[in-house]
């Protein structure tokens, strides 16, 4: 089972890696309006997970738009989680695809949703891969850099997130 989940792990690692390619050759052929709002967006992740294993992880990913209402990214988590009567650390690599319902940022806050998969590893367990549902209110936009979201996950437990995206010329 850990051969399996090591080649899923590659799998996804390898498919984020042909998407961010892929969406630069794409910009490449694009003109400097398209180019700037098709940019990458970064963001970092602040996560606490509220179940029996209760724990905590900090993260970083990346995701880029799809069409004028969807987002695909990635991102990689690693923290810590209660496990028996010790804590162990927890490491996750997810892949999901959102939904925006306000991605012109007509409103200061937006709400999304979406689900995706994330593959999971925790020390004395097989690697397990987990569906993932996500619901999400990003905002207020205001005039800063970057934009704040808040978000509940659900897939091998429940995670409350605060991320924190780097903000897009126009738009969410």
């Known amino acids: 089972m850990r051969r399996q989940g090591a080649g899923l792990l590659t799998t996804m690692l390898a498919t984020m890696l042909t998407t961010m390619l892929g969406s630069t050759a794409l910009l490449a ?11 990458p967006q970064v ?8 179940t029996p294993a209760a724990g905590i992880a900090a993260g970083l990913g990346v995701n880029v738009r799809a069409g004028y209402y ?4 990635m991102h990689a988590a690693a ?11 927890v490491q996750r690599l997810e892949a999901v695809s959102r939904f925006l319902f306000d991605p012109f940022g007509e409103f200061p806050r937006g709400l999304y949703g979406g689900g995706g998969f994330a593959v999971r590893h925790v020390p004395g367990a097989p690697i397990r891969g987990d569906l993932v549902v996500v619901v999400g209110m990003e905002g207020p936009l ?31």
Not at 29 to 39: K, Y
Not at 43 to 50: G, I, K, S
């Open 70 to 73: 969807a987002r695909v990214g």
């Open 29 to 39: 052929q694009a003109g400097p309006a398209t180019r700037s709002a098709a940019m």
């Open 142 to 172: 205001g005039t800063r850099r970057t934009v704040p979201a808040l978000e509940v996950a659900l897939g091998g437990g429940v995670r409350l997130s605060l991320v924190v995206r780097s903000r897009r010329p126009s738009g969410r």
């Open 43 to 50: 963001e970092r992740r602040l996560e606490v997970a509220p």
């Open 79 to 89: 923290g810590v989680a209660r496990r028996g009567d010790g804590v162990v650390g």
